[in-house]
């Protein structure tokens, strides 16, 4: 059975830091986002400590370890799934993966997630920057949100490090 609060407590506090550090205001949505892509730290990726399902980008992670593929599969416009011979970043740590993605979006496409506060908001530009494919992806993260109180973490509503 899988532990929902015990990964959410784990990696809340390392992404609060994290976010910090690069101009990051909300937290939900990332949190959100590491629960989803992991399946709550199980799933193969995470195995890598890659939370965020992060596609291998040569020289823009620079806390990576390294880089596998797997047998992964991205949603289509027409809602379709094909599969993908993309490689993914590899990390040695919970740390270091969270630190990945906030480099993996540290550049200008998507910069205006800086200073954003609604977590809605950040999930759509986020979206809307082409860093997912899922058709349903802020409903799905946004949904994930809710249904932990996520937003307990978030510095506008009382979260702190």
């Not at 205001?25 to 730290?41: K, M, N, T």
């Not at 620079?62 to 880089?67: A, D, F, Q, V």
């Not at 949100?145 to 978030?154: C, E, G, P, Q, T």
Request: with cysteine; charged share 25%.
């Amino acid at each position: 059975m899988i532990d929902k609060n015990k990964f959410i407590n784990t990696i809340a506090p390392i992404i609060q830091r994290t976010a910090k550090e690069f101009g990051i205001c909300v937290v939900s949505p990332i949190i959100a986002q590491a629960c989803l892509e992991s399946a709550y730290g199980t799933s193969d990726k995470a195995k890598e400590h890659n939370y965020f399902g992060l596609k291998y980008r040569g020289n823009r992670v620079k806390c990576c370890n390294g880089y596998f593929s797997d047998e992964s599969k991205e949603q289509l416009e027409d809602g379709s799934y094909k599969h993908i011979d993309d490689v993914w970043y590899s990390f040695d740590s919970m740390e270091n993966g969270v630190r990945g993605y906030f480099e993996f979006i540290s550049i200008p496409r998507y910069s205006n997630l800086i200073g954003v506060s609604s977590p809605k908001r950040y999930l759509e530009l986020l979206k809307e920057d082409g860093y997912a494919t899922s058709l349903d992806y802020v409903d799905n993260v946004y949904n994930v949100i809710v249904s932990n109180n996520l937003h307990r973490f978030d510095y506008n509503s009382g979260g702190k490090i």
